[in-house]
C-alpha cells in the first residue's frame, strides 16, 4: 500500500529501509527516501508505518533542528 504518493513510496518500502538502516532517527529515514518533502500530507502515516516497523527497538527522538 503507498503511504506517499507524491514519492510512490509504499508502507513495505518504509519497513525495509528501518531494517536496511543504520539509522534510528525517523526523520533521517524520512528524508533519505523523500517522504513527506512534497505536499507533506503522508507524514502521520509514514511515522505510524515506521513506528510499526521499529515496534520492538524504539527510536530516538531528538531534534536535530538546533545542532550548535
Ligand atoms: S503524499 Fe507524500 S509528499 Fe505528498
Redesign the pocket.
Known sequence: M??????G?TEKQIQEAVTSRNSNNPKEILKAL??????????ED?VKSLLDAHAHAPFEMKDTSNNT
Open positions: 503507498y503511504v506517499c504518493i507524491c514519492k513510496i523523500g517522504v513527506g518533502s512534497d505536499c507533506g500530507t503522508c507524514v509514514a
